[in-house]
């Protein structure tokens, strides 16, 4: 079962945070349509970090640490990982001394966002903010409980 967990204005998506020279693995479903077109709504910045070129595909990156957004990724099934609400969109929440990780919830293709935890909990949730324009699109097929 999937726990809810509303925060207020904060909205995250879901990207996978690597440290320098980290590399940046695909999703398995990285190559779809809606991926590359996703990609393609991406904005130039996040959280006021620029964004920096990937050569991955389904994939990018802002800043240094960066926050890392990957589309195609498994979709998250029955967790007891909470979920929060973003910009009109579902989330699951994990975190790691290093990272937050943020999962769309419901959205096909799934996307993954992760941030480095030196930027402030309460920040990252404005990452999702960004970035909820580019993933709306995607389509919904459940929401959280």
């Given at each position: 079962?999937?726990?809810?967990?509303?925060?207020?204005a904060?909205v995250?998506?879901?990207?996978t945070v690597?440290?320098?020279?980290n590399?940046?693995?695909?999703?398995?479903d990285a190559?779809?349509?809606?991926?590359?077109?996703l990609v393609?709504r991406l904005p130039?910045?996040?959280l006021?970090r620029?964004r920096?070129?990937?050569?991955?595909?389904?994939?990018?990156?802002?800043?240094?640490p960066?926050?890392?957004?990957r589309c195609?990724v498994?979709?998250?099934?029955p967790t007891?990982d909470?979920?929060l609400?973003?910009?009109?969109?579902?989330?699951?929440?994990?975190e790691t001394?290093d990272t937050f990780?943020?999962?769309?919830?419901g959205?096909t293709p799934?996307?993954?966002?992760?941030l480095?935890?030196?930027?402030?909990r309460?920040t990252?949730?404005g990452?999702?903010?960004?970035?909820?324009?580019?993933?709306?699109p995607?389509?919904q097929t459940a929401?959280?409980?």
């Amino acid at each position: 079962m999937v726990r809810r967990l509303t925060i207020g204005a904060g909205v995250l998506l879901a990207l996978t945070v690597t440290g320098c020279g980290n590399a940046v693995e695909p999703g398995p479903d990285a190559g779809t349509g809606a991926c590359r077109a996703l990609v393609g709504r991406l904005p130039d910045q996040v959280l006021d970090r620029h964004r920096s070129d990937l050569d991955v595909t389904g994939a990018a990156a802002w800043g240094d640490p960066a926050i890392v957004l990957r589309c195609g990724v498994p979709p998250t099934g029955p967790t007891t990982d909470p979920c929060l609400e973003a910009g009109g969109l579902d989330w699951t929440f994990s975190e790691t001394d290093d990272t937050f990780r943020f999962v769309s919830f419901g959205r096909t293709p799934a996307v993954e966002v992760t941030l480095p935890t030196s930027i402030d909990r309460t920040t990252a949730t404005g990452a999702l903010i960004d970035l909820a324009p580019a993933v709306k699109p995607l389509p919904q097929t459940a929401r959280c409980t």
